[in-house]
């Protein structure tokens, strides 16, 4: 059962173009969602980050909107540049019913931005 | 970055072996965590631990075990390495102070290259 899903593998964008990746979770007792970047042989780094009282975050290029009735969020990158090509996972967290903290990923979406 | 040191970077193993992994922290916080990164599933968590002695499992814990003696050092055995455990494996770290979630962050360390043959 997988609580957090990111239903593209890939997305492919010109440079200068909007990115959008999305990511649908299925708990609603989660009350943090994070997106991270992932350079082969690196791990993880974090990037942007919503608590689930707020419905957009923004921070420079990137913005993170969160849908909390359809348990839906989505990173924004604009423009995006060729730096941005990385895998990039969601990730949701919150005290579940262990009442400890977890967070669980995606799958992870691999942008890559064309020059 | 977070004071997170995982050893060995990369190992080769025979299946049937004990492999031990460990994460090291510089940081004292008190959640670490183990993950493993496969084509097509993504980061999976292993398992966590939310103080010294306190652990509990995750999404793919089979096979796998842990242990804390000190807030710093997190272990994962895999008791006998099999090829399906041939992975990527990522500590991470946070620090829950709170009853929400939110402003804590998840801080990863390198990684562990782990192939079975």
């Known amino acids: 059962d997988q609580q957090v899903k990111q239903n593209s593998p890939s997305l492919s964008v010109q440079e200068g173009r909007i990115s959008i990746l999305n990511c649908d979770y299925t708990?609603?007792?989660?009350?943090?969602f994070l997106w991270y970047k992932k350079y082969p042989a690196e791990g993880p780094t974090f990037l942007i980050s919503?608590?689930?009282?707020?419905d957009k975050n923004e921070d420079g290029r990137f913005t993170v909107f969160l849908n909390k009735s359809a348990k839906h969020l989505s990173l924004h990158i604009v423009p995006s540049q060729p730096g941005d090509s990385a895998v990039y996972f969601c990730?949701?967290?919150?005290?579940?019913?262990?009442?400890?903290?977890?967070?669980?990923f995606g799958t992870g979406t691999r942008l890559k931005v064309l020059a | 970055d977070a004071g997170i040191t995982q050893s060995p970077r990369h190992k080769v193993t025979e299946t049937g072996t004990p492999v031990t992994l460990r994460c090291h922290q510089t940081?004292?916080?008190?959640?670490m965590y183990w993950y493993r990164q496969d084509p097509g599933h993504g980061l999976r968590l292993i398992h966590y631990?939310?103080?010294?002695?306190?652990?509990d499992k995750g999404e793919v814990s089979d096979g796998y075990s842990v242990s804390r003696s000190k807030t710093e050092d997190f272990l994962l055995t895999l008791e006998s390495a099999t090829s399906s455990q041939t992975s990527v494996y990522f500590c991470?770290?946070?620090?829950?102070?709170?009853?929400?979630?939110?402003?804590?962050?998840?801080?990863f360390g390198s990684g562990t290259q782990l192939s079975v043959l």
């Open positions: 919503i608590s689930s009282i707020k």
């Open positions: 940081e004292n916080h008190r959640y």
């Open positions: 708990n609603s007792m989660f009350d943090y």
């Open positions: 991470a770290i946070s620090e829950f102070k709170g009853s929400s979630a939110t402003n804590e962050k998840l801080f």
């Open positions: 631990s939310y103080g010294v002695k306190d652990t």
């Open positions: 990730a949701a967290s919150g005290v579940l019913t262990s009442g400890t903290y977890k967070y669980i």
